[in-house]
């Protein structure tokens, strides 16, 4: 498991605690961590639960903003099939 923590070089990009950080959590599957999650996501507002889904980049994740509008991110690496 691994975390990362990325700000916005850009900080006129939106007001204090409004997505200038974003927190970014490594974790093996993120299916069994959404369905583990999915009541207390069921209570947040409608539009701040993404996913899970499969992203251009390689990487399936589950997005949520949190309570201060910064967002979490929780991804794990696809892997490619094999041919």
Same mark, same amino acid.
């Given at each position: 498991?691994?975390?990362? !923590?990325?700000? %916005?070089?850009?900080? @006129?990009?939106?007001? =204090? $605690?409004?997505?200038?950080?974003?927190?970014?959590?490594?974790?093996?599957?993120?299916?069994?961590?959404?369905?583990?999650?999915?009541?207390? !996501?069921?209570? %947040?507002?409608?539009? @701040?639960?993404?996913? =899970? $889904?499969?992203?251009?980049?390689?990487?399936?994740?589950?997005?949520?903003?949190?309570?201060?509008?910064?967002?979490?991110?929780?991804?794990?690496?696809?892997?490619?099939?094999?041919?």
């Amino acid at each position: 498991m691994g975390f990362r !923590l990325l700000e %916005l070089e850009n900080t @006129d990009a939106g007001p =204090p $605690a409004f997505r200038r950080f974003a927190y970014y959590v490594d974790v093996q599957d993120v299916d069994v961590l959404f369905a583990e999650l999915k009541p207390k !996501l069921d209570t %947040l507002p409608a539009g @701040d639960v993404h996913g =899970p $889904a499969d992203k251009s980049y390689g990487q399936r994740e589950l997005l949520v903003v949190a309570p201060d509008g910064n967002l979490i991110a929780f991804g794990q690496a696809i892997r490619k099939q094999q041919e």
